[in-house]
């Protein structure tokens, strides 16, 4: 795959995640990613403020997780974005189990209202198009979360992404932000 461009290279991942989804009876997908992996848990602190992302339909869900940390007594964020060409920021998410304090932005992605809560997670769940075991992350394309991650180095930075999604090599650039690790329904990539 290192031979495709990075546009063409994002839309063959695109493809495969999708079909790899649609693959998945409902009834196990509603089962993969309900509980974070106890190595995960374990690295943790019990009054980390943790980002998560609202995940589109082709996504790895991260809401479960938001749930479990929310319910453990972490405070949660969600990214937020003024405008389409404003920077990424991170504001309250009060409710993981609902989405009473959420709206569109400008990407057409659920958000926290302008008026939520600025906070810098310690510890954050990143959506991903492609991934290896190197920890490399290829994104929608924005550098959002590179910007994000080299300006506010969390204790931890977890991809969270389908089996399908692990590619051997990724073409990378100097300004692209490796994770501490990525999990997926069967395994935990990095030193947890």
């Given at each position: 795959?290192?031979?495709?461009?990075?546009?063409?290279?994002?839309?063959?991942?695109?493809?495969?995640?999708?079909?790899?989804?649609?693959?998945?009876?409902?009834?196990?997908?509603?089962?993969?990613?309900?509980?974070?992996?106890?190595?995960?848990?374990?690295?943790?602190?019990?009054?980390?403020?943790?980002?998560?992302?609202?995940?589109?339909?082709?996504?790895?869900?991260?809401?479960?997780?938001?749930?479990?940390?929310?319910?453990?007594?972490?405070?949660?964020?969600?990214?937020?974005?003024?405008?389409?060409?404003?920077?990424?920021?991170?504001?309250?998410?009060?409710?993981?189990?609902?989405?009473?304090?959420?709206?569109v932005g400008p990407f057409g992605m659920l958000q926290p209202l302008a008026a939520a809560e600025p906070l810098i997670p310690d510890v954050l769940f990143v959506p991903l198009l492609g991934f290896t075991p190197a920890l490399e992350r290829l994104g929608q394309g924005g550098g959002h979360y590179d910007r994000w991650l080299a300006e506010h180095p969390p204790k931890l930075a977890i991809g969270m992404a389908w089996d399908a999604q692990a590619c051997d090599a990724l073409p990378t650039e100097p300004h692209d932000v490796a994770l501490d690790a990525v999990v997926t329904p069967t395994r935990i990539y990095g030193n947890l």
């Open positions: 795959m290192s031979d495709l461009s990075k546009s063409e290279l994002r839309k063959s991942l695109r493809a495969a995640r999708r079909a790899h989804v649609e693959a998945l009876p409902p009834s196990i997908r509603g089962l993969l990613f309900h509980r974070p992996p106890a190595p995960l848990l374990a690295r943790i602190s019990q009054d980390a403020v943790i980002g998560f992302y609202h995940a589109g339909p082709w996504e790895a869900p991260a809401g479960a997780y938001a749930r479990f940390f929310h319910e453990a007594g972490h405070t949660i964020t969600l990214p937020h974005f003024a405008a389409r060409d404003a920077n990424m920021t991170f504001r309250l998410y009060d409710d993981p189990h609902g989405e009473s304090d959420l709206d």
